[in-house]
C-alpha cells in the first residue's frame, strides 16, 4: 500500500463517496426548497457513476492509503439496490471502516440489508427533538419518531457504534441541544454537534447564526457536566467531550471556530466521478472520464497521485476577505 501525502503533508486516509445529488429531504441549510424545488435539474441516471466503476475507485484509493470510505449523498438510501454497492466494497483488502451517513427516515426499511451486505456502521442526522422544529428544518414533514426508528432499526441490525448529528443555528434549534443530549446521553450512541457552515452558496449562511464549540460546550455543561477527550486518531474531525460520570460522550464538529485543516485527511467523490480535495472547494477533478475513456488503474493511480500531491486547501483556517464571494460545491452534491 502507498501513502500519499499533499503540500502540507497530509496523508490520504478518507474516502467520502456521494452516490447522489438526490434527497427526500429539504433541509433548509443544506438544500432549500428556494432552490432545490420541481424544477431544478439533477443529474441524470447515465451521469452518476455505476456501482462497478465507484467499487474500482474505491480499490484505487484504498491501495494508495485510504482505510476508511463513507457511503453519502444527498441522501444515499433513495439510490437503488444500495446494497450490492456496499457489498462489493465490503470485500476491498486494506478497507478498515465502512460507514454510511443517512437522515434515518428510510433505515427501518433498509437497515436489516445495509449490514447483511457488510455496512460497519452508521451515522444519522437528526436536528432536533421537538416536532415543530425538526420539521421545519428538514420541511417536508418527516417526523422526529420516523428517524428515531430508523436509529432503533439500525441498531437492531447491527449497525453500532450509531453516531447521530445535530447541525446548529442560532434562533433555529440551539435551545434544543440540551434535550438531545440528554436523550442520547448513556444509550451508546455518540451525537456531535456540528457548527452551521457556509458549505455551497444557497443555504443563507450568516456568522451570526453560527453557535461556536465554546458556547455549545458551555451550554450542555451547564445541565450535563462533560470534559475535553483525547481524540481517537489523527485527522478526527470531532472534538470529543465525555460526561463525568462516565455515562458516554459528546462531540462538537467545529469548521467555523476552530478549524481542523492541519489535519483533514479527507477525499470527496460526487456522484458524477469528480473528486474535491475540500468541502468549500469550488471544483473538482474528472476521474469519470478516465474510468470510461480505457484507462487502466495504472493511469488513474497517477492521477489521483497528481491531484493528491498538489493539494493545498485550507478554506476554513483562511476564512474571511480572502474567501469572500468564492464559488463553493453544494454541501448537497458531495455529502458534507
Known amino acids: 500500500m502507498t501513502t500519499l501525502f499533499d503540500q502540507l503533508e497530509r496523508p490520504l486516509r478518507d474516502l467520502r463517496i456521494s452516490v447522489t445529488d438526490r434527497c427526500n429531504f429539504r433541509c433548509t441549510y443544506c438544500m432549500p426548497k428556494e432552490v432545490f424545488g420541481p424544477a431544478y435539474q439533477f443529474l441524470q441516471r447515465d451521469d452518476l457513476l455505476t456501482y462497478e466503476e465507484i467499487t474500482r475507485l474505491a480499490r484505487i484509493f484504498v491501495a494508495h492509503g485510504v482505510e ?11 439510490r437503488r439496490d444500495l446494497p450490492r454497492l456496499i457489498e ?20 427501518r426499511r433498509q437497515a436489516q440489508a445495509l449490514g447483511e451486505a457488510g455496512l460497519k456502521r ?15 428544518m428538514n420541511d417536508v414533514g418527516v417526523s422526529v419518531s420516523q428517524v428515531l426508528d430508523g436509529i432503533e432499526a439500525a441498531r437492531e441490525a447491527g449497525l453500532t457504534p450509531i453516531k447521530v448529528n445535530a447541525v446548529i443555528e442560532r434562533g433555529v434549534n440551539d435551545e434544543g441541544m440540551v434535550e438531545l443530549a440528554r436523550h442520547f446521553k448513556g444509550t451508546g450512541i455518540i451525537l456531535r454537534f456540528i457548527e452551521f457552515m457556509d458549505v455551497g452558496n444557497t443555504n443563507g449562511w450568516n456568522l451570526e447564526r453560527v453557535v461556536p464549540l465554546r458556547e455549545m460546550a458551555e451550554r450542555i455543561g451547564r445541565e ?6 483525547e481524540a481517537n486518531y489523527r485527522g478526527e474531525v ?20 476552530q478549524p481542523f485543516c492541519g489535519e483533514c485527511t479527507r477525499a470527496r467523490l460526487s456522484p458524477e466521478g ?9 471544483h473538482g477533478h474528472d476521474f469519470r472520464s478516465l474510468l470510461r475513456n480505457g484507462s487502466d488503474d495504472a493511469g ?24 469572500v464571494g468564492l464559488e463553493r460545491v453544494e454541501m448537497s452534491h458531495i455529502g458534507g
Open 300 to 323: 488513474i493511480a497517477a492521477f489521483l497521485k497528481n491531484v493528491w500531491r498538489l493539494r493545498e486547501d485550507r478554506y476554513s483556517e483562511i476564512r474571511g476577505e480572502a474567501t
Open 274 to 282: 469528480e473528486l474535491f480535495t475540500c468541502l468549500f472547494a469550488a
Open 68 to 78: 476508511k470510505i463513507r457511503l453519502t449523498g444527498g441522501e444515499p438510501l433513495v
Open 238 to 257: 470531532a472534538k470529543r467531550w465525555r460526561y463525568l460520570d462516565g455515562t458516554g460522550e459528546v462531540g462538537f464538529i467545529s469548521s467555523i471556530s
Open 122 to 136: 452508521i451515522t444519522v442526522s437528526l436536528d432536533a427533538l421537538d416536532d415543530a422544529v425538526f420539521q421545519r
Open 224 to 229: 450535563l457536566p462533560i470534559e475535553p477527550a
Open 88 to 107: 462489493g466494497l465490503s470485500v476491498i483488502p486494506g478497507l478498515k471502516d465502512l460507514t454510511l451517513t443517512t437522515n434515518g427516515s428510510l433505515l
